[in-house]
């Protein structure tokens, strides 16, 4: 029989005393942690998903829009870029790699990507079974859509076009074929389904025109050769006559790429830098002398964090007004149970409990309340979590992970600590002046 | 034959209330005692200067050879939770607790003593083994003054108050009542301070004052 014991079962004995304090813990701890939380694997899996882009190149708009729907999938693009200009950036020195996107199709609302192989190797994702695609009309799904759609190697999919799964013509004539499954990555490639750039330009051709025949196909395909001969030739110049060209020479190249084929287009371009100058260098150059824009995901979703952070700083700050008036509840509370158990603690200062001992007591039954309050709390943050993880992942192809408790976390639970012995101090003044003779006495 | 109880010039003035004068008191160790007087003479005061549990304005009190005047606060408490054994004319237990665990926490302050053995004869003792797993506001008032003697004396305290143990019992009771304590008091060497208006106790004891 010790004394947490005995503070145990006078918090279990009058439990309504309690609740309304309990209620109010849980409610705070739960909407602080769900925030931290939310917050902290949105950045987290926003910046694993920008990392490697350092600059997109697409059509004008709104760069932010133009950063939400070619590096993070879940905007519509702002438009169309054609090829040529693209690969006109390509060759500037500044430019270590740089990866065409393209896309416009869905299927079961996942989107559709074509792309160059090497988009898989910057994101640093691998294959866990299957191979690469490699012809048009083969695709490679990521690991998140395989797994809810259940897809399989070989197994024939048809695109709908648009990116929403709702609505959307489909490419009936135009089936892809799985040929590789990625391993998980936890960025956004495991909600994609890729292909190379060919089958999205394919596939909108056919669905421009129900007349266009299997030959036409062919040629465009025959027309993409010459483009990449012509490339070569553009980057072995460049070479040759240093960086300082490079833009006319570029230029002309693209110049003469629109000659050969002026239905090429392409959504974006995602670019990383081989130096820090063409950060400071190529966003306005792009900006000011093409048709088209650059924008810089990782300052665009600083901009995007900045607009939500006043809105997460609002709610916390609500959350921490609970977590307030939680504290001063739990100081009503005990007042209360000390005023009801007055003689209670008279008759144990009766069995030679001294007045720290009795402190201890109530401490204890407010700490009890603290562990009770914030453990509840704590769970129903991680719930609400689940729950929100569904509505994320079904609306931008977020998965929300369940982590244990962080340092932020530890810290609110430190807070928490700290307001119930507050409380409980506050509360225990009458336990000094207790006069047991008198309290005794009465009846 | 050592003191166990000894008072003299005792004296307490309630703040702008009643003044009370108690005569000496001589009370050696294993003996008992019967304090008399009717209601309003000061008795229950007595009672907690004795205990401790209230501050004599003038004189001094001896128990157990220690000059209880003498110490602070949490002296009291400790000397109180170890030598004194109280029991009050109403009864106060924690009632979040029940019967075993009430004794338990009574057997546990100030120095932990775990003694199983003891709580279940002296329960067996006062016909208490039937409800020591009950909650305490579920006892009858008889079971409940039994379990008020039972925590006055299952820590083996040097010295009993007990103040008006028989006040709201019938003869038979009030009989039964007076040789629980008394056993009780002897199978633990205690000596037994008595205070009550009751005369149906005075046959029982020898050794008597007025107030």
């Not at chain 1, 239905?263 to 100058?277: G, M, Q, R, W």
């Not at chain 2, 304090?35 to 003038?58: C, D, Q, Y």
């Not at chain 2, 157990?64 to 110490?71: K, Q, S, V, W, Y």
């Not at chain 2, 054994?85 to 120095?111: A, C, M, T, W």
Request: with cysteine; hydrophobic share 40%; aromatic share 8%.
């Amino acid at each position: 029989m010790n004394l947490l014991y005995l503070a145990y079962r006078n918090m279990v004995s009058k439990p309504l005393n309690m609740v309304l304090s309990l209620v109010l813990l849980v409610l705070s701890v739960s909407l602080v942690t769900f925030v931290l939380q939310l917050g902290k694997q949105l950045n987290g899996q926003m910046d694993k998903n920008i990392a490697p882009v350092d600059m997109v190149v697409g059509a004008k708009g709104s760069p932010l829009q133009l950063v939400l729907s070619s590096v993070l999938h879940i905007d519509v693009p702002t438009g169309n870029i054609k090829l040529g200009e693209a690969e006109s950036i390509k060759n500037h020195p500044f430019v270590g790699s740089a990866i065409s996107v393209s896309y416009g199709d869905n299927y079961k609302g996942y989107r559709i990507l074509g792309t160059e192989p090497s988009y898989l190797d910057n994101y640093g994702v691998v294959l866990s079974a299957g191979g690469p695609f490699e012809r048009p009309f083969e695709i490679v799904a990521g690991n998140t859509v395989a797994k809810k759609l259940g897809l399989q190697i070989g197994d024939k999919i048809t695109s709908s076009h648009g990116l929403a799964a709702a609505g959307g013509e489909s490419h009936d004539d135009n089936p892809y074929t799985i040929v590789g499954i990625l391993e998980p990555s936890g960025t956004v490639v495991d909600q994609l389904l890729i292909c190379d750039l060919q089958s999205v330009w394919d596939a909108h051709a056919n669905h421009g025109g129900e007349e266009h025949e299997e030959d036409e196909k062919h040629e465009e395909g025959e027309h993409d050769h010459e483009e990449h001969d012509h490339d070569q030739e553009g980057h072995d110049h460049k070479e040759h006559e240093g960086g300082e060209e490079v833009h006319d020479e570029a230029n002309s190249t693209g110049q003469d790429l629109e000659d050969h084929d002026d239905e090429l287009e392409i959504t974006s371009l995602l670019v990383k830098f081989k130096s820090p100058l063409g950060l400071v260098q190529l966003p306005r150059f792009i900006n000011e002398n093409t048709n088209m824009q650059a924008a810089l995901p990782g300052f665009e979703i600083q901009r995007l964090m900045g607009f939500l952070g006043s809105g997460v700083k609002t709610i916390n700050g609500i959350a921490f007004a609970i977590l307030f008036v939680s504290g001063f509840s739990i100081f009503i509370s005990l007042l209360k149970t000390i005023r009801e158990r007055r003689q209670e603690l008279a008759l144990l200062r009766t069995y030679g409990l001294g007045t720290r001992k009795l402190l201890f007591l109530v401490l204890f039954e407010g700490l009890l309340l603290a562990l009770i309050g914030f453990w509840l709390g704590w769970v129903f943050g991680r719930l609400a979590l689940v729950l929100a993880s569904g509505y994320i992942e079904s609306g931008y192809g977020y998965v929300l992970q369940l982590n244990g408790p962080d340092l932020p976390e530890l810290l609110l639970f430190g807070v928490t600590l700290v307001i119930a012995i507050i409380a409980v101090l506050l509360a225990s003044t009458s336990i000094f002046k207790l006069n047991i003779s008198k309290t005794l006495a009465d009846v | 034959m050592t003191e166990m109880v000894k008072t003299e010039g005792l004296q307490f003035k309630y703040p702008g209330g009643q003044a009370f004068e108690f005569p000496d008191i001589i009370l050696n160790s294993q003996e008992h005692l019967l304090v008399l007087g009717p209601s309003g003479v000061g008795k229950t005061t007595l009672l907690h200067l004795l205990s401790g549990i209230l501050p004599a304005s003038s004189g001094s009190i001896v128990i157990n050879e220690t000059e209880i005047t003498a110490l602070d606060r949490k002296g009291l408490d400790l000397f109180r939770g170890a030598y004194v054994g109280l029991i009050f004319q109403q009864y106060h237990f924690i009632k979040s607790l029940n019967v075993d665990e009430n004794l338990r926490l009574r057997q546990n302050f100030p120095k932990k003593t775990m003694d199983k053995e003891r709580r279940l004869a002296i329960a067996e003792r006062l016909g208490l083994t039937p409800y020591l797993k009950k909650k305490v506001t579920q006892l009858s008032q008889g079971q409940q003054q039994r379990l008020s003697i039972a925590l006055g004396l299952i820590h083996r305290p040097q010295v009993v108050f007990a103040d008006e143990p028989t006040s709201n019992l019938d003869d038979f009771n009030c009989d039964q009542v007076i040789k629980l304590l008394k056993d009780e008091a002897e199978l633990c060497g205690s000596s037994l301070v008595i205070i009550t208006h009751d005369q149906r106790v005075t046959q029982h004891f020898s050794n008597q004052i007025v107030l």
